[in-house]
């Protein structure tokens, strides 16, 4: 059963997302918030599996709520669900950690693929949005940085939008093996998500730029 939680303040959207949500059988709405503050003070209480999270939030901005999230509940995995397709908010979403981006245009089947998507390990970022995510990302020469030739394997996986358990399937790995793999090249990168590590190994010429689409 997938946990998740709904954070938005309007009402009628979180009865919809709801009502949409709880018709899919391995999906349990486990809490909703209004607000920014109610998030940070629930979510950690619940530990839901995904947050649905707004950035236009009337107390906390989304995207602080979701670089806090990561101290307080690291295992939840944050998918923004926003009008908003700006290449700022674009970005720093990838870089606070938050695992998928989707516009409030996207259709219900576009959402429960999307929470099903970062459950099992991979990221969700719309092509448009992910071309200007490597366009601000690649801007400037990355530093060598030394990886493993599976770790290599593993970041070219990563930058073509692969999951952990399509890589593990792909490299004829465990996936606890390809996690461990994961963890270790965003430690390396210092980076705080697959999509900044994705932009690296364009930027790296690990890939070229027309294979790299963390989705």
Do not use: W
Request: aromatic share 2%; net charge neutral.
């Amino acid at each position: 059963m997938i946990r998740v939680f709904l954070v938005d303040d309007h009402a009628v959207l979180r009865q919809g997302l709801r009502l949409i949500l709880q018709a899919v059988p391995e999906i349990q709405v486990v809490g909703e918030a209004a607000s920014g503050q109610e998030a940070l003070d629930r979510v950690p209480v619940v530990r839901p599996d995904v947050v649905l999270l707004d950035i236009s939030l009337p107390d906390v901005d989304g995207l602080e709520v979701a670089q806090r999230l990561r101290d307080l509940a690291p295992e939840t995995r944050i998918i923004m669900l926003t009008v908003s397709d700006n290449r700022q908010d674009v970005v720093r979403a990838a870089r606070v950690g938050v695992r998928g981006y989707i516009l409030k245009s996207a259709d219900a089947e576009e959402v429960i693929q999307a929470i099903r998507e970062v459950v099992k390990g991979g990221a969700v970022f719309p092509p448009r949005l992910t071309a200007l995510l490597l366009e601000a990302m690649t801007r400037s020469t990355p530093d060598q940085v030394a990886f493993t030739e599976r770790e290599l394997a593993v970041l070219r996986l990563i930058a073509r939008g692969l999951g952990n358990k399509e890589i593990a399937a792909q490299l004829s790995l465990s996936e606890n093996t390809v996690k461990t793999h994961v963890r270790n090249i965003l430690s390396k990168l210092n980076a705080r998500s697959r999509a900044e590590a994705a932009a690296y190994a364009v930027r790296a010429g690990i890939v070229p730029n027309e294979d790299s689409s963390p989705s």
